[in-house]
């Protein structure tokens, strides 16, 4: 059953805050973030830096609305200038509004030509910051701007607590006091959103903590993995974790080891798990290709960036559907998924740890760097409820590891948990896993192998659907937030619309797809890349229409709600 | 399911039904046997251990035995090893392999494995040529070896000396064996699986098929003169020394094992907290 | 234009010899092969061993006609039998017709109850072989075999010469002696086939072979590569003639290592490749990927085997196109070649060396086990006559690497040869080369990277096109030679055939394509794996109508035109 | 087109436009330095030399050069310069890189790039860590560094030794300098460059923004006082006690350096006559 869809978008600001190196951009974003939180907003961060490896020039964008947000939107409704350095690189970034005011300090010179038409707002936040001993003029800004927009001090002060506490009483007095010396001076003169319904049980995590937990909640206990941008911090969150919970992470001298230390890991009988990006995930095909023909569960996240090769390291795309459907030698089912937005990385994750035990093969969970390494305020993420597991218990010996059943799926006995020995094998072997090379044995486990992954009842979550219209737009991951909100649009305009969110890409619910298609008219698959690749997928799968229309568009820009908007109504 | 209790088991207990892939005469042979005998001394346990392997005719003996096995991809029989004793620190661990597997492209984990001295036990059956592949040059091969076709001049590349590498590495337990020497192999093997730590056990096993003038190793070898130095750099000067025919015992360190300890301190209710607003 | 289909398959015959280690069937087969060479037959040889890694049991199984062969028949007409060990592993790959004689010495012992209907003939090859100094039962049994077959001795003299020549005299001479014993005693009395035209023109090898030649041809003179079996020989015949050509070739230490020794060496300026088979191809993804972005031409041969994983390695199957297609993170277009026959193995590695370095980008070619290991008598296959060669010549410094140009080509310097210096990379950059994570640039150079691919004229070569009837057989790679041959068979049943065997296959001609299918009315796609990768692959690009039809079959044993046909004719 | 004859070019003049993404005060930029002054000394034509690296920051250094450069994928510098080497023996090649890069996931072709002794020049920029993905363990790092997140507790793994690594794998060429001590680097560079065979540079350069405590390397380093004993079972000792701070040539020998001639001797179409039935 398709939920409904949500009634036209809520109203929502949008803030980007710039600075050279060592103007505390970031800083300023988060404490604004976590203000947002604690004065009842929704809210997502973004953030973006310059070239250097650091110190360079960043800005953190920030959105927020009294109603969950999933993506960022067109456009910015204020820019804050802690500086006007170097600022020509965020241009495209950052488009702001016509009637979008510049928030600067005149003393830090020239608002630059791109910028001359817009509002100026000019506040003396040198001088301010000057007046306070440790004083810091990125935090004078951000009161001037909380105020600006309405926010109560006291938000701002709980937002400088959670994120400059850990560095002492005398850093936090001294950024309270920048952040009154801008409030004190300000009226609330912005437009205002309305009023939030503050509940103190809302999250505040990226969508790497996200994945990381949901792994945990799936059962993960041992991690193995080489560092990587964007999907180091899934990593780094997850160390510490591990270690509370009984498992263990293991720095891999490569992505090689990695990938085959978590097969070790699995076949000991603990569900494992590896994270990387682009270039890391190319070096583990063949190990995936012997999760799969071993039958040893694994969960493979990859974090995507920019490709091509080394590509942009730290930029969202979306074009590692093909290598993750399709980037394994011979004839090698497994899983593909992908989360739809930050809160339901912990669910897909989960979901993708359960199916990998419970079908004991590799699954491929693509998240990116928009969803890992943003930051946003949203509500508990839902917990996976069915109860996928291995399947342990075998009874004869010498076991018949690769057993045929009706399910394909095979008793996978323990080593030091049963007498029922046998040797995983990636040679095609027959039932006990003796290598072979006879056409039926080989045929038998194809099939088998096959038969499991194409067989398992999946159940509803394969993907999010909702709305009902004529107008139908597919999607996928992380491009799913700026399609939902196209859709509200849209359908807020009058255009009934349905929006399809594929969870599960590999196996592709065919039936289930064809049947949430039932009466699409016009369609469009919609997909952060160049050449279409779900489009194409699905095309292959035989289950759209042959007027069904791609828009794709690759990064490192995130996709807005607005261009979907525009591109969908030129074509219909 | 809870384990039965060994009763004593015999060096043969430990085959599996499977017939080994191995030409005649093979090396490898030996090895399988030496390990049986030796898993028979120690009275180990069948379901507590783990072999695990990579690709090559030597990477195929998991299977010969009567425990739990692993059979990956070419090279990576290491890495396997370390996740699986991550994991599992109550498991025997066991990696067996060639000297391509091993060596070639399998260098870096051996490197790493090393260094990283996780409590497992190494074999190498080293028969200077990759057998399965049909006889190239492996990086144990001699420089001036004609025989592959791939290196018709030889491969001119000096060869890859695995005891020192070992022992620069950090390796805490390097030993050297011959399968021509079946009861010296299999106490190697006991002293390997004794040692708290990477243990790894250099093993001449001669490919009959592609090297039969490997047939001479039997008037090659010769006991490891070495002495065992405790110092590292001193061990390191006498293993720069070695012939490669020595047996024995190379290098044998007391050393920090990596083991993280696997104790749950928490739940993951505690740590969801931390999220709250 | 399509070519006419030729008409109906000439007659053939075909052979199998069986034996156990050290029987001597291979020998036999290789000589019996070079012997209906040099009577003016064409043929085929492909060989199967057991597990055993060296001396275990094998057959040898030769087809030979007046006409050329491009795959094995449905059945064979004579069993030559050395012995009956392990007889039963080759019963699957080895099916006789009903009035198929096995040949066999009685003192060998029972002819299996799977072979109890067949004709039988037998022979006292045993006692005749040990009376000749150095005797050898399996010459013998050639000799016999020849006779009956209606070889003149002089020929099966040849082929001893040809095979044991270099064994020394000795050798020779004691093989003569047994050729000569089995044959004396024999009439020919078999099925016969019609004279064939000798022609001393004609050539002997492999498709392992007539690859590397094409490789020469194309202008490769640098290869480096790490031992894989089916891929090996096509190095070992590469070592020491590239040796003589003034070229090298580097044992690497991996595959990792393989690609980007093939990187530095074509960043030097010379046409470079590397040959693997599917466990080595996944290990090379990232540095393909490497190649595409930094525009490095270089050619990795696939010569696939069952798989997944390490599959069965010795076996052929076409199972690698998706990944050869998909393989790569990113948008990453590059080239798939799939040569169609052995002799095709020559021109279309000619082809694609050619085209990467023309198009300055990765070009992947998809052979398989049965190419490359099979022998065959065949005409010398022709040149690729298009000079296609890589744009060295740049005019500015500093270089602009990248250039956006019409074609995408931009020009490559060489190091040594041009003051245009510049870094190559894998990072996205601009047309400099300078890396780059503005927006702008990483679309400009996806766009330059897939126009140079997509817009280039390839003309006629991209597919062999025969026939014109409504009923059309699409395939590609090693099954074209079966498809072909089962669509002679069809059009000769009075069924007008059209067949489309696809040697480029990313890009994929679209255009070209979808004209050729043009009235077709009936479609199968027919390919050697499970999932049917061509068949998904074109339904992707929209080249295929709904009413198109998969036949799929996996490894190891070859497809036979016969179960195409009967495939076909159940469908229609 | 013929390269011009090389004017007498001033070390700046090596430098390409392209600013560096270097953080201020990295290390990186001392040994960019020296490198273009040991070019300027030995005169070394732009056109004719090559620079290979991989992925880090240090490994960005060929973009910052007028040279030709290759910046490929992390972990494969050694192997796109072999290639390009023996394709293309005339160009003085050298691959850069940092420690992750060259001893974490390219360590294999470490060994095998010792083992091979091609000639061309490594330079490792040392500075115990992942300086660009912010700030992890690399294999030379003390084993009780807690600052990273994904090994909060340290490694716990002994540290890698370039030197002794290099020696055991064969290597013929072995120095260590520091980036604080651009003279002695640049030295080292020209010794390096000239030295006939594999020759292996380990730079200490440190990491300002993730190993700020590396300022004191100032104070630690000393010049070697080893010698460079030519019998390599002896250098193996010395360099086994080499304290990692020791600046100069830790070993240098002549060995036999690997390289096809790549003089054609014969026709492609002689080469197909033999295809002929
Ligand atoms: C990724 C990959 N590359 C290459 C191969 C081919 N291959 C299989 S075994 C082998 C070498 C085996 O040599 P070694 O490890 O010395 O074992 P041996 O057969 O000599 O006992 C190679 C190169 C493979 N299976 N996978
Ligand atoms: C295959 C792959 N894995 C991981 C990465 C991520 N990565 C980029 S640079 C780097 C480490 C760099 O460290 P080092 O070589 O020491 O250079 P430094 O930055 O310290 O100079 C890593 C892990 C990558 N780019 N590619
Ligand atoms: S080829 Fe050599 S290594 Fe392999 S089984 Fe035969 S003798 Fe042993
Ligand atoms: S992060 Fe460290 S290594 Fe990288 S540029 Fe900055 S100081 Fe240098
Ligand atoms: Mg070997
Ligand atoms: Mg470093």
Redesign the pocket.
Known sequence: MPQELPRGSAASLSIAITGSGGSGAVTAGSILLAALGKAGFYGLMTRSAGPQIRGGESAAMVRFSPEPLYCMGDQFDLLIALDWRNFHRFLQEIPLGTASPVLYDPALGEVPEELRLQPRLERPWKRRAAAIAGGRLNLVALGTAGALLGLPCEALETGVQKVLGHKGEAVVDSAVACIRAGFSAENPNLARLPKPRPDPNRWLLSGNEAAALGSLRGGVRFVAAYPITPATEMLEWLAPKLEQLGGALLQAEDELASINMILGGSFGGMPSLTATSGPGLSLMM?GIGLAVASETPVLVADVMRVGPSTGIPTKSEQSDLHIALYGLHGDAPHLVLAPLDIGDCAFTFQWAVGLAEQLQTAAIVLSDQFLGQSRAILDPPPRCETPLTRLKQARERPCRRYLYTDTGVSPMPIPGESPCRYTADGLEHDERGVPSSLAEDHLAQLQKRRRKIEGFAYGEAWAEIQGAGPLCLISWGSSAGAVREAAQRLQAAGQPTRVILLRLLAPLRRESLKAALAGAEQLFVIEQNQTGQLFHYLHGAQVLPPHARSFARPGPLPLRPGEIVRAVRSEI | MATIPTPSLRAKDYKSQIPPVWCPGCG?FAVLSALTKAFAYLKLPKDQLALVS??????RLPAYLDTYGFHG???RALAVAAGLKTARPDLIVIAV??????FS?GGNHFLHACRRNMDFTYIV?D?E?????KGQA?PTTQPDWTRSKLTPHGTGVRRFQPPAIALAAGASFIARGFSGDPTGLSKLFVEAIQHPGFAFVHVLSP?QTFRPEQRAWKQQVHPCSLGTAEDPARAAELIHRDDGMALGVLYAQQLPVWQPKLTQRTSLATIEEAFRL
Do not use: F, K
């Open positions: 063949e | 490898h990579g690709i090559g005719c030597s990477s991809v070419h090279g392999g060639g000297d391509g597997d091993g492209i059956m028969n040529v990759y057998g399965m592949t492996s490919c």
